[in-house]
């Protein structure tokens, strides 16, 4: 039983981070939308978009009080960084990279703070090349297919010990009531 919770557990943090995690693959020059969603139904307090690569202080996007903070950014992403919605209806926190070139490849980290004081983490890995291959991949679909590929095969292995488990125990079960019944 105790191994069942553990699979479980660790299914449940896969998911997660199959979820959690998107790669995008651009070409120089593009303007890349980086996708982050808060709640539906809160505001958006705070908006964080970092590079925790980047070795000096500044972020990506900083959005609080509603209104951007651009002295805030990092000089290598001022005038290239807004809103995709200024409202954020719906939550949509996403952003616009624009004009992406080599130096924009790395990890984007999105946090979103909410007047429900929720606090949601968003992770994106954007490559930017200059491979022709990346069109049809701009949004990371072949990621999204291996991570649920991934966490089918996951649910199912868990569905077979889950039903190896229960027939072990009826058997143990029917075992003991056999010996209670002969005696």
């Not at 299914?11 to 959690?20: F, W």
Request: aromatic share 6%.
């Amino acid at each position: 039983m105790l191994l069942v919770v553990f699979l479980c557990s660790l299914i449940v943090s896969l998911l997660a981070a199959s979820e959690d995690q998107q790669e995008i693959k651009v070409n120089p020059g593009q303007d890349v939308s980086l996708q982050c969603q808060g709640l539906r139904d809160a505001s958006v307090t705070l908006l964080e978009w970092t590079r925790p690569d980047l070795k000096s202080d500044g972020y990506v996007f900083f959005y609080r009080n509603e209104r951007p903070y651009e002295n805030y950014q990092h000089e290598s992403f001022h005038g290239r960084v807004e809103l995709r919605d200024p409202e954020m209806k719906d939550g949509d926190a996403s952003v616009v990279l624009k004009n992406v070139n080599m130096n924009d490849t790395g990890t984007y980290e999105c946090r979103i703070v909410t007047n429900a004081r929720q606090e949601i983490k968003h992770l994106i890995d954007l490559n930017v090349t200059d491979s022709d291959h990346t069109a049809g991949d701009k949004e990371g679909g072949d990621s999204i297919v291996v991570g649920l590929a991934v966490t089918m095969a996951l649910l199912l292995l868990l569905l077979l010990l889950l039903a190896v488990c229960v027939c072990r125990k009826r058997k143990h079960s029917s075992e003991k009531k056999n010996c209670t019944v002969t005696n």
